[in-house]
Structures are given as structure tokens and as C-alpha cells.
């Protein structure tokens, strides 16, 4: 059974930076999707990148472009979100997802497509 395990989450100042984990057990496909999610009180939920396992792919939208950077380590199983340069509206609770086939520009940041979730990590950031 897949899991996800999210964990780094904490209070920072703006501008600061922060790295976010997600472990990951339980996935037997060597091909595969895993995602950075973010969700706000009151908003919906927001993909914020996305990596393909096994391939080069990685998306990002446009709001964290050239702050954040996702990276996996295929060793320890785990799943990063780098954060750099962060701003009030990074806020959220953050969501580790997986999609059990490859991720495109096109449907990476749909919800629907992730099977699962982890139980989320929380991010303030606050002067």
C-alpha cells in the first residue's frame, strides 16, 4: 500500500527558506508521478511541482518558478520541496501526492489524477 509521509513544515520569515520532505513507501512502479500540493484556509488545493520518477520531467507553476525546486532522492525514497525567497502567500498546509503514471504539462497540476495523499505538512510564513 503506498504511503506518503510529509514532514519540514514550520513558521518562517519572509524571504526566508524552508525544505519540505515527503517519504514514500510501498510504490512498486518504476515509472510514476509525485507532486507538491498547497492548500490556504479557504481556498482550494494548488500544485505547486511536480517530478516524474524514472524520467526528466519536472513542472512547476508559475507562482513558485525559479523559488522552489523539487527533487527526489531515489535512495532514501523521498520526495523535497525546496523553498527559497518565500512570501505570505506561500502559507498552506502542503500535500504530498501520487500518481501512478507519468505526469505532463497538461495534467500535472489536476488533482483528480493523484491516487494518493499524505496527510499534509504546515507552512506560515509571516514577518
Known amino acids: 500500500q503506498v504511503q506518503l509521509v510529509e514532514s519540514g513544515g514550520d513558521s518562517v520569515t519572509i524571504g526566508g527558506s524552508l525544505r519540505l520532505s515527503c517519504v514514500t513507501s510501498?510504490?512498486?512502479?518504476?515509472?510514476?508521478?509525485l507532486s507538491w500540493f498547497r492548500q490556504a484556509p479557504g481556498d482550494g488545493r494548488e500544485a505547486v511541482a511536480s517530478?516524474?520518477?524514472?524520467?526528466?520531467?519536472?513542472f512547476y507553476s508559475e507562482s513558485v518558478k525559479g523559488r522552489f525546486t523539487i527533487s527526489r532522492d531515489d535512495v532514501e525514497k523521498t520526495l523535497y520541496l525546496q523553498m527559497e525567497n518565500v512570501t505570505p502567500g506561500d502559507s498552506g498546509m502542503y500535500y504530498c501526492?501520487?500518481?501512478?503514471?507519468?505526469?505532463?504539462?497538461?495534467?500535472?497540476?489536476?488533482?483528480?489524477?493523484?491516487?494518493?495523499w499524505g496527510q499534509g505538512t504546515q507552512v506560515t510564513v509571516s514577518s
Open positions: 501526492a501520487y500518481n501512478p503514471g507519468w505526469c505532463y504539462d497538461y495534467t500535472w497540476s489536476r488533482a483528480a489524477t493523484y491516487t494518493k
Open positions: 510501498g510504490i512498486s512502479l518504476r515509472r510514476y508521478c
Open positions: 517530478l516524474n520518477v524514472g524520467g526528466p520531467n519536472t
